[in-house]
């Protein structure tokens, strides 16, 4: 597993805490409890998923995402927030009297094989969002860490899972913000030189939306509210377009894989399929015949 190394939002000062995990192969799960838990800050950045479902009431707190506007917290209660591996936050918070409790999920992005196809789905951050499905779902984890009935490892991993499609689902049907700017064409213009000059190797997000100087988080809203598709989409479209211009020139499919940037031929050939319904027989088929 990696390193849960990301937020507690509220109750490692607590005067009276309980806190129960239940490890899966793929994720944990933890639930929290916490009586008068004391203000703290925080700065943290991890190498898992981080999905939590939030019983919380502050007085006061902020939470900052990858350089997003700060987002001000009082009545967490029925809320989520989800944190990508890697996603760097930072805040403070004043916790109300009383009882407290979240529960949350600690991810491995590499352990789920359903992510391959989803992953694009879950570059942005979320602060503090509302989710009917996807609360009910928490609430039944909270409850199986509790109650712990049997084979609560295989309970866990299902519900975490279905908690990953759900949050998923819930990306896919967001709308931009009225605030975001579209980009521009320069701005695309800039990003489609930078692509083609890299396409070989592997592309991060962060170094995309450097090129047109923005934040992960806001680079995924704006480019998908100028043109309709996920930046993860639109590379595979220009790691396909060049595949297919690599094989039509003779080149070997693993050669046209490294040239385009996949990682070896099965994905090139999975990406193919998809994106342009073309199969590398196929592609070196027609070569062929148009010698």
């Avoid at 590499?110 to 989803?118: E, G, N, R, S, T």
């Avoid at 309970?155 to 689902?169: K, R, Y």
């Avoid at 309709?228 to 396909?240: M, Q």
Wanted: aromatic share 8%; glycine share 6%.
């Amino acid at each position: 597993m990696p390193t849960r190394n990301l937020i507690d939002l509220t109750i490692e000062d607590a005067r009276r805490l309980s806190r129960v995990s239940a490890p899966c192969a793929a994720l944990t799960a933890e639930h929290s409890e916490a009586q008068d838990p004391a203000g703290y800050e925080f700065e943290v950045k991890g190498d898992a998923h981080y999905l939590a479902f939030h019983q919380l009431v502050f007085e006061d707190g902020m939470m900052q995402v990858d350089g997003d506007r700060p987002y001000r917290s009082q009545d967490l209660r029925g809320t989520l927030t989800f944190l990508p591996a890697g996603a760097a936050a930072r805040g403070w918070c004043k916790p109300a009297k009383g009882q407290q409790s979240f529960t949350a999920l600690y991810i491995d992005p590499k352990a789920i094989p359903q992510l391959a196809h989803i992953g694009h789905l879950l570059d942005d951050p979320i602060v503090y969002f509302q989710c009917e499905k996807l609360a009910q779902t928490f609430l039944k984890i909270s409850r199986a860490i509790q109650e712990s009935p049997p084979f609560l490892e295989f309970v866990i991993d299902t519900l975490g899972q279905v908690a990953l499609l759900e949050l998923a689902s819930f990306q896919s049907a967001g709308l931009a913000k009225p605030n975001e700017r579209p980009l521009n064409q320069d701005d695309l213009g800039r990003l489609r030189e930078f692509l083609r000059e890299n396409i070989s190797r592997d592309i991060r997000l962060d170094e995309m939306a450097s090129v047109v100087g923005l934040s992960k988080f806001h680079f995924v809203r704006c480019f998908r509210a100028t043109t309709g598709r996920t930046p993860y989409r639109s590379l595979l479209e220009l790691r396909s377009d060049v595949a297919v211009r690599e094989l039509q020139a003779g080149r070997t499919p693993h050669d046209a894989a490294a040239a385009a940037g996949f990682d070896g031929v099965p994905q090139m050939s999975r990406t193919l399929r998809a994106v342009l319904n073309l199969s590398v027989r196929t592609i070196m088929q027609g070569r062929d015949f148009g010698k």
